[in-house]
């Protein structure tokens, strides 16, 4: 009787090759822009903390505030500035506020969301 050699299933980890160039490198760059959020959190939190603790009307520093976040609010934590702001700037101009949240929507909300 011949021994057969063992078939080791595929799904091991042995099994699965390292990956290339092309998956290092979108790694990387999804690494930066984590960093590159957290980062914009750091520096943000103290400003939106401020105008809120103020409860400041400088319109050019609060829009100025909310056009930087925009970009960060991917990150759970960006957004989360961006929204007390949102709140704040509400109480000084209505209309510009909506205009804020429906950039964020247009930015990061999937077509395929659905809209309240």
């Not at 090759?17 to 760059?29: D, N, Q, W, Y």
Request: net charge neutral.
């Amino acid at each position: 009787m011949s021994a057969r050699p063992k078939i080791l299933p595929r799904h091991r980890k042995d099994h699965v090759k390292a990956p290339g160039p092309l998956v290092r490198s979108i790694s990387e760059i999804a690494k930066s822009l984590q960093d590159l959020s957290r980062q914009a959190v750091k520096e943000y939190a103290p400003v939106v903390e401020a105008i809120l603790r103020s409860q400041s009307a400088d319109i050019h520093h609060i829009e100025s505030t909310l056009d930087g976040l925009l970009g960060f609010c991917g990150d759970p934590e960006a957004l989360l500035l961006y929204k007390k702001l949102c709140r704040h700037y509400y109480s000084v101009d209505p209309a510009a506020t909506a205009s804020y949240v429906h950039a964020y929507r247009d930015m990061w909300e999937s077509e395929n969301e659905e809209k309240p």
